[in-house]
């Protein structure tokens, strides 16, 4: 039996607003407490980040999958779509904008938290071509890695790994790995150092549509079966829950 789709829903929107307030709230902490050294405040918000997402999947995967991320939830819908598994077009709507909706709530309270105002929209400008190919990058990896664990029954691991491989992601891609069109959204709604102007934000969202489209393209390729465990991403709902 199927959890009901409100209390995925839910799930997902909380388990989104924890994420984002999570790495608005640590790099708003990396700057108090390392002014003077971008390099550390970046690993500090990397790592609180990477720690952040694994928790999270153990905390909400049980209820919805934990995907947290409409570009996830798209491939799980687009693979899963002519085995009868993963999410149906109607959860993929309700999870994008339960996501979406998360991701402006965690900006929202993590401003709160450091006694901001609520909404500080950023004038952090990230806009430029190696940026968005670093999202493409970013897209691509993640999505390989969640449906390869998934396809070969690793599944239990997939919180220690995507939280490991968000964590090395923000080093290796030019854009720190945003990889996520929601987190994206709710970033915009901070100016302190996760932050993206609003300008900047179609940039990276197209970006990570494309590495949608190619990280699809390569897992088929690769997996050519992955829609067969579609359910399990990120990991497999408990019923039991």
Known sequence: MQITLWRRLLAEFLGTALLVTAVVGSGIMATTLSPNDVGLQLLENSVATAFALGALILTFGPVSGAHFNPVVSAADWFLGRRTGTGLTIKDLGGYSVAQTGGAIAGSVLANLMFDLAPVTFSTKERAAGNLWLGEIVAVVGLL????????????????????????????????????????TIGRAFTDTFAGIAPASVPGFVIAQIAGLIVGIGVLLALYPTAGKTADRVVIEPSPTV
Request: proline residues 5%; aromatic residues 16%; hydrophobic residues 55%.
């Open 144 to 183: 390989l890695l969640i449906f390869a664990l998934g396809r070969s029954g690793r599944a239990s691991v997939a919180p220690a790994a995507v939280g490991a491989y968000i964590g090395a992601a923000y080093w290796f891609t030019s854009s720190t790995s945003f990889a996520n069109p929601a987190a």
